[in-house]
């Protein structure tokens, strides 16, 4: 009963006034960034970041926006799918399949409206999951020590390249780059100034915002001028849309499916939307057997993937808000955002900060029917808006990155943080070496050193506490499988997922 | 397939590494005397790890994607050096001018008429300063366009 409580006064804090304007600026901005090639929900969330942190909102509202961008971009994603053939994040890479064929037979329409509400559907079903597990994996959490912790933060490490990653070696070289950049700075526990080489800016550390804007926006756009993408793409006409009833009864069960998959693959260490959209197109195909028309344009084809991924991104705040451990890119970024605030993220969120918690649970419930309304009849606008090339589109979103880093410290200095992070960012993109572990790295390094330090106080210096309990012994076991695995079940899931993506 | 890239990354870490823990080394015992857990564990243990994945790139690396040549690394060359001057000017010029400068480059070099780009790095700029400065009263430098402020 009090989780009920805890979410009425969610509902209070989310249904604000200015709170609610906000969400709506969030998940207009966020579809807004979901559709634009290129310009994934990270990307969009971290840009934001600084500009939440400037406006001086209080943490509740910028939480909010931002989730509303989170899931807005979500909702997003599924329109460059549809209209270009080009998914706008990864996970909407699957809606690809049955979207653009239908686009093609001029139904284009209705595959927006289609999605829109399979979107829906999997984003709500994900989130009454977020609000029934969280509470009590957040009770759960209360028990670990800080051995347990320390081994917690390993295995989000080494989930994070996912099963589908390429190279684990590269995941961890990945984290090890940015649990190093976390370590610069004045040592919190003994005032040892470590790495600065005597210069003040280097006292308090690299902000990691800065780090996240350059290593995302900065280097899209060295990436769009080396693929000379600048002129975008051609675009399928919009038709009248004509929907009935029927069609939406008809993708009904479809949706219930793969919201559900999605949020499991959501709150899954190494799942994500990505396999939560594959595992939930796939299994749609064959539950539907002799009946399904997929890959020619079928409207549960579109509909499957999208409540799968947008399950996922509701499932993924799951670990993020009671464990303080994000499983995905953008999640990072939020966490990003919190530790911004000086929320310490974890359990104790749930009961110290529980309006922040359940006012962001709420406006998630809140944003989705927002989105809902907002991307049936304004669908025309995002049109409008992702036909703009991106040779200004690009340029524009440096402008803003520049503008959010520049008014947090006025310091020019930052800047050219910001350009070197885009730069190096492009290169580890390059090496094909993963982002987000470098930022989980920043973001988590100061909690996992901390959390060492306390388990070794404890015990006195002796190694062994950190593999001494049940439940840490389990957290590396499922580490050492999360290295592991990819390895073995990664060339395979990869390649059917490859062949999945190939209408044959 | 070149898997020079992954090499030549593997031994460029490797050093940082090496680097990283030789300095983790220097710091001096903090105050109180030596504890399990000092400044220099946890660095420590990050060179190490470090180190072995650098090991393993060098040893199996994975086939590299090939670098921007010629005209399209020039373009990137360029567009990194248009970040840097947008920043070394941002102060002194103002934010409109700079704006207007840097990314109508921006646009221009990506593709769009130069007059257009230029004409969109001005208004976006425009757009921006007012909201800035007026709607959330954060200013931005007002540069070589001071003048007008006062009017």
């Keep these: ?504 | 397939m070149l898997r020079l890239n992954d090499r030549v990354f593997g031994l460029l870490m490797l050093a940082l590494a090496v680097a990283y823990g030789w300095g983790a080394q220097q710091f001096p015992e903090p105050f109180g005397g030596g504890e399990a857990v000092g400044p220099k564990t946890f660095p420590t243990i990050l060179a190490v790890v470090l180190a072995a994945c650098s090991l393993y790139l060098i040893v199996r690396p994975d086939p590299g994607n090939p670098w921007p040549k010629g005209r399209t690394a020039l373009e990137m060359l360029i567009a990194v050096a248009v970040l840097i001057a947008y920043t070394l000017i941002l102060e002194p010029v103002g934010f409109i001018v700079a704006t207007m400068l840097a990314i109508g480059s921006l646009c221009w070099r990506m593709g769009a008429p130069p007059l257009r780009a230029y004409l969109s790095g001005l208004i976006g700029g425009i757009v921006v300063f007012a909201l800035f400065n007026y709607l959330l009263e954060l200013p931005l430098p007002w540069g070589v366009l001071a003048f007008v402020e006062g009017s």
Aim: proline share 6%; glycine share 12%; charged share 10%.
């Design chain 1, 1 to 504: 009963m009090d989780t009920l409580n805890y979410l009425i006064d969610g509902f209070g804090v989310a249904l604000a006034p200015h709170n609610l304007m906000f969400a709506l600026m969030g998940a207009f901005l966020g579809t807004l960034i979901g559709a634009l090639p290129g310009l994934g929900p990270a990307n969009g969330v971290a840009i934001l970041i600084p500009l939440a942190f400037t406006l001086g909102l209080r943490p509740e509202t910028a939480l909010i926006m931002l989730t509303a961008v989170y899931a807005g971009a979500m909702y997003g994603g599924r329109i460059s799918s549809i209209l270009l053939n080009i998914p706008g994040d990864e996970p909407a890479m699957m809606t690809c399949l049955d979207g653009y064929p239908m686009a093609r037979q001029g139904r284009a329409a209705e595959a927006l409206a289609i999605s829109a509400v399979a979107s829906f559907i999997g984003s709500l079903i994900a989130t009454v999951g977020l609000i029934l597990l969280a509470p009590l994996l957040a009770r759960f959490a209360l028990t670990f020590g800080a051995a347990e912790y320390f081994a917690l933060f390993v295995l989000a490490f080494a989930t994070l390249g996912g099963i589908t990653g390429k190279n684990p070696v590269k995941t961890i070289l990945a984290a090890a780059l940015g649990l190093m950049i976390a370590t610069v700075g004045i040592d919190l526990s003994t005032g040892v100034q470590r790495f600065t080489f005597g210069t003040l800016e280097l006292y308090e550390g690299v902000d990691f915002i800065i780090a996240i804007v350059g290593l995302f926006a900065v280097s899209e756009l060295l990436v769009f001028i080396e693929e000379k993408a600048g002129a975008g793409r051609e675009m399928i006409k919009v038709n009248k849309l004509s929907l009935k009833w029927k069609d939406i009864r008809e993708i009904l069960p479809t949706s219930f499916r793969g919201g559900v998959i999605g949020f499991i693959s959501g709150v899954l260490p190494g799942a994500g939307a990505s396999l939560g959209s594959f595992i939930s197109y796939t299994l749609e195909k064959r539950i539907l057997g002799s009946k399904n028309r997929f890959g020619e344009g079928d409207s549960r084809g579109v509909a499957a993937p999208e409540s799968g991924n947008n399950g996922a991104s509701s499932g993924a705040l799951v670990p993020m808000l009671t464990l303080g451990v994000p499983g995905s890119g953008t999640t990072a970024v939020l966490l990003a955002m919190l530790i911004s605030f000086n929320i310490t993220p974890g359990p104790l969120m749930f009961t110290q900060n529980a309006d922040v918690v359940w006012g962001v649970i709420a406006a998630l419930l809140i944003g989705n029917f927002l989105l809902l309304v907002l991307n049936i009849p304004l669908v025309g606008v995002f049109v409008k808006l992702l036909s703009v090339p991106p040779m200004y589109l690009l340029p524009m979103v440096t402008m803003v990155a520049f503008v959010g880093i520049y008014s947090i410290s006025h310091s020019p200095v930052d800047l050219y943080f910001m350009v070197a992070f885009g730069v190096a960012g492009y290169v580890l993109r390059k090496l094909e070496i993963p982002l987000v572990p470098v930022i989980l790295g920043m973001l988590l390094g100061p909690e996992v050193e901390k959390n060492l330090r306390h388990a070794m106080q404890i015990s006195d210096g002796d190694w062994t506490i950190l593999w001494s309990s049940p439940l840490s012994i389990t957290l590396w076991a499922i580490a050492i499988a999360g290295l592991v695995l990819p390895v073995i079940v990664g060339p395979i899931l990869r390649r059917r997922m490859k062949a999945g993506a190939q209408p044959d």
